[in-house]
Every structure is written in C-alpha cells, then in structure tokens.
C-alpha cells in the first residue's frame, strides 16, 4: 500500500544523472502489471520566485517532451520509488548545500499522501535533512474586488514557511500544497 512507503536510501531503484550536478535524473520502476517505465527527476535551475533558495523538483514519466507529475502509476514498489526520488533530492543538496528543494502536491489527495509518507519516515528524513511545508492560498475576501486592481500586492501573498513535525495530523483545510527540503548542517 502506497500509506506504508518506506524511505530507505539503500533501498532505491539505479539512478542515471543525466547532469552531473543530479538537476537531471532517471529510473527505471517497475509496475504492478510487470511494465517497465522511465521515471524522470528534473530540479529547476531557477530559484523559486516568492521563495529565495528554493529550487523545485518535479518527478514522474515524460508526456511529450515534459514531466507528467500528475501521472498515477501503479508502481510495484512505492518505497523503492520515493527512495529514488528523494535520495535525489539528498545528493542535490549535498552539491548545492545553500539551496533547497521543494515538490508540489499536485491535488489535496496527493498532497495528503506526500505528507503522510513524510510523517511514516520523519524520523529517518530528520536525520538528513529540514522538512518544512506550506499551503499556497490568497486572501481573495481581504479587499473584496478590488484585490485585483493594479498594482497587486503580492507582499499580501508571500507564502509562510512551517516546519514539519512529527506525528502532526493535518486538517485537509490546513494541508500543505508544497514540501521543502534542506540539508541539516
């Protein structure tokens, strides 16, 4: 079951950087139907633009000549595929040790799944790295219409950094919508 991932950097898929500095990966995973599919890892080379160091990370096979990070797949191993991913993620820091990493839940569903997989491994994820969160939103009653009149505000939006701590069940109303990952010094 997807709920039980179980993050363990020894246990990972083969990893091929495409670049050396792991911005560019892939994998191979194997699904429950026996399919093998490419799974690709890409790490933006710009920094985030509400949020200074972070650099965003999308995963998933290509659709097109693009990453499909909506994609569901039936993975036969879901542990081994988000080990992979987030050992990734690790080695990334490890070479860029002032930036850090941030993936997006794509849907509240997603986003719940994400966070609860943190939570199972909060304790191995810990010991490497800052897990932080936060929930994307604007305040569109504050001001009613005129909210959109230019120039927009966006210091009214700038998202807050939270945190992740262990065995905190979020309210869906509270779910983050984007992790964050640092290395711990």
Not at 70 to 91: G, Q, R
Request: include cysteine; aromatic fraction near 16%; charge should be neutral.
């Amino acid at each position: 079951m997807v709920r039980n991932v179980k993050i363990d950097f020894d246990n990972r898929y083969g990893l091929c950087q495409i670049t050396e500095d792991f911005r560019n990966s892939e994998f191979t995973t194997v699904l429950r139907d026996g399919k093998i599919v490419p799974v690709y890892i890409q790490i933006s080379n710009e920094v985030h633009e509400l949020m200074p160091d972070v650099y965003n990370m999308a995963f998933g096979p290509l659709k097109g000549n693009r990453i499909d990070d909506k994609a569901e797949l039936a993975h036969f191993d879901h542990s081994k595929v988000f080990s992979t991913i987030l050992f990734n993620a690790w080695n990334y820091l490890l070479e860029n040790p002032t930036h850090s990493v941030g993936f997006d839940g794509s849907d509240y569903r997603r986003a719940r799944l994400y966070y609860q997989i943190l939570q199972r491994n909060f304790d191995y994820l810990n010991e490497r790295l800052i897990l932080s969160g936060l929930k994307y939103y604007v305040r569109i009653t504050r001001f009613g219409k005129t909210q959109y009149n230019n120039p927009f505000d966006f210091a009214d939006i700038i998202p807050g950094i939270v945190p992740i701590g262990k065995d905190i069940d979020l309210p869906w109303d509270l779910m983050f919508n984007y992790f964050i990952f640092k290395l711990k010094n």
